[in-house]
């Protein structure tokens, strides 16, 4: 069997997935228990005591999931649609989150409020290869040069350049990964996680960039939270991971006997109300109780995969070069049979 490097990953034949591969440990490891393993992590600025931030979708983050991300030592990004933006920006100090979303026509007098307040800002749109993008980019920077900026998203490394050129201090990497984006299918756009992630990280080597990479989408366990930091991504970005709980903003609803919330694209008719180009689905998922849960699995998966990875920190398992690719009956194999 080949061990992969993620060179050899990157130049695959075939645009891979976080299914596709699985960690290979081949040292003998130092760690005695995943304890001494740390997943902290420095972000923009912020110290991070999990490598996660939630996405700006309206069914995920509101002031609820935006504080208890907080307290988690996570980042949550509120949604840009949330009607408590209005009280933040009139000097609620009371609220305690770290980031915010906008989009391309947010008035400048609402970024200047978000960045008097240190905000990390998120430019929201499906698409960052666009130069409005690049132009609002580069008029908050030269306005409010302290503050940090997330674009996305992106599937290749072809623009980072640019990108990082304009401003951006991260980008969110992964077009038509996310479990209810059509983007792929509507438009034939996209690469799988994998081939996305490596394809930014390798020409941020290139070119030896600061920009900070999100690995958002296509991530649906701890496992692959592991997977995605081990090939490079500062950050993950949740989604669907975090919906369902107790903070989200939905409403529970009870159905044939079991609790469930809604999930919804932000592309989504839901979203816009509008006849319009639809790019997101909209569908119900499990109620899963507190987010704490959600986090403290990633946590200690994470640590697992370290201990097993022979790596201290998340420095160290970004360094991972012993990856396999995984035939379809390999994968299934290993998905727990009930």
Known sequence: MKTYSKKDLNEYHFSLTYDDISLIPTEVSRIKSRSEASTKCEFLGLDLAVPVVSSPMDTVT????????????????????????GQILHGNDGVNLRGVSIALNTEMDVVEKLAERNYVICIDTANANNRAVLNKTEEIKKRFGGTKLIVGNIAHGATLKQLDSSGADAVRVGIGSGSVCTTSIQTGIGLGQVSSLLSVIFARKKDDLKIK??????????G?????????????????????????????IKYNGQLWKK??????????????FIEGEETMVPYKGQVKSVIDAISDGLKSAM????????????KTETFAVLSNSSFLERLPKI
């Open 307 to 318: 201990s097993y990875m022979n790596c201290f920190t998340l420095e160290e398992l970004r």
């Open 224 to 252: 692959d939270v592991a997977k995605a930091i081990a090939l490079g991504a500062d950050v993950v970005m949740l989604g669907r991971m975090l919906a369902g709980t107790k903070e989200t903003p939905s409403e529970v």
């Open 263 to 276: 999930y919804r694209g932000s592309a989504s008719f839901g979203v816009k109300m509008r006849n319009e």
């Open 213 to 222: 990479v999100i690995a958002d989408g296509g991530i649906k366990s701890p």
């Open 62 to 85: 509101g002031i609820s999931m935006a504080e208890e991300l907080t307290a988690l030592g996570c980042l949550g990004i509120l949604n840009r649609f949330d009607s408590s933006l």
